[in-house]
């Protein structure tokens, strides 16, 4: 399974280098907690941060949702753009701790194992307030345990639920739990994800 997002715990030329000397870094596969999650809700537009190769994207044009895919790689981004070219998909090359946001009132936002770090907390706001009215939030992060299998220490990115502390009024929590991958991942490492869904009012 993908485990494809990922922000800036490196520069964008050490993951452009990564994907350079690979093929494909991560499976063609959507991740589990999208389709578990957004299958059932109407299709409409959606922001997928850190986007990689571009298997959450795809798997939700396919479904009839307007997509903008975001990555820090430009390599990332142009293999997914030529994997699929289809007007549905927006491929961009940027990097959200940094950039703006490429627009706003989406229907859903989706960070799949996307860090933050914890002193980021601006970056989690403007994530957060570009999901519109009636729009869904969904952060899926690595259990500690998966995290610090990957050397890094959890502690220092912000976790769903720390995302979930930050909604305030006018949110409502649909999922908040710790379940298992289906498929492990990472090496075998990675056997457990942290999912938050949540619903902004309409």
Same mark, same amino acid.
């Given at each position: 399974?993908?485990?494809?997002?990922? %922000?800036?715990?490196?520069?964008?030329?050490? @993951?452009? =280098? !990564?994907?350079s000397? &690979?093929?494909?870094? @991560?499976? +063609?596969?959507?991740?589990?907690?999208?389709?578990?999650e957004i299958?059932?809700?109407?299709?409409?537009?959606?922001?997928?941060?850190?986007?990689?190769?571009?298997?959450?994207a795809? @798997?939700?044009?396919?479904?009839?949702?307007r997509?903008? &895919?975001?990555?820090?790689? =430009?390599?990332?981004?142009?293999?997914?753009?030529?994997t699929?070219?289809?007007?549905?998909?927006?491929?961009?090359? &940027?990097?959200?701790?940094?950039?703006e946001?490429? %627009? !706003?009132?989406?229907?859903?936002?989706?960070?799949?194992?996307?860090?933050? +770090?914890?002193?980021?907390? +601006?970056?989690?706001? !403007?994530?957060?307030?570009?999901?519109?009215?009636?729009?869904?939030?969904?952060?899926?992060?690595?259990?500690?345990?998966?995290?610090?299998?990957? %050397?890094?220490?959890?502690?220092d990115?912000?976790?769903p639920?720390?995302?979930?502390?930050?909604?305030?009024?006018? @949110?409502?929590?649909?999922?908040?739990?710790?379940?298992?991958?289906?498929?492990? &991942?990472?090496?075998?490492?990675?056997?457990?994800?942290?999912?938050?869904?949540?619903?902004?009012?309409?």
């Amino acid at each position: 399974m993908s485990e494809h997002a990922h %922000g800036d715990m490196d520069g964008a030329a050490e @993951w452009d =280098q !990564r994907y350079s000397n &690979a093929d494909r870094l @991560w499976t +063609a596969d959507v991740n589990p907690a999208l389709v578990a999650e957004i299958s059932e809700v109407t299709p409409s537009t959606a922001l997928d941060v850190g986007s990689g190769e571009g298997a959450d994207a795809r @798997w939700l044009a396919d479904r009839g949702w307007r997509v903008i &895919a975001v990555d820090i790689s =430009q390599v990332a981004i142009d293999r997914a753009r030529e994997t699929d070219p289809r007007e549905a998909t927006t491929w961009l090359r &940027a990097d959200l701790t940094v950039d703006e946001i490429p %627009g !706003r009132d989406f229907g859903l936002v989706s960070l799949q194992y996307f860090p933050v +770090a914890r002193a980021d907390e +601006a970056t989690v706001r !403007r994530i957060i307030d570009a999901v519109g009215p009636g729009g869904r939030l969904l952060v899926v992060a690595h259990e500690a345990e998966g995290i610090r299998a990957h %050397g890094r220490n959890p502690d220092d990115y912000f976790q769903p639920a720390d995302f979930a502390a930050l909604l305030g009024e006018g @949110w409502t929590v649909v999922t908040d739990e710790t379940r298992e991958r289906g498929v492990a &991942a990472g090496g075998g490492a990675h056997t457990h994800d942290v999912v938050l869904h949540a619903r902004r009012d309409a």
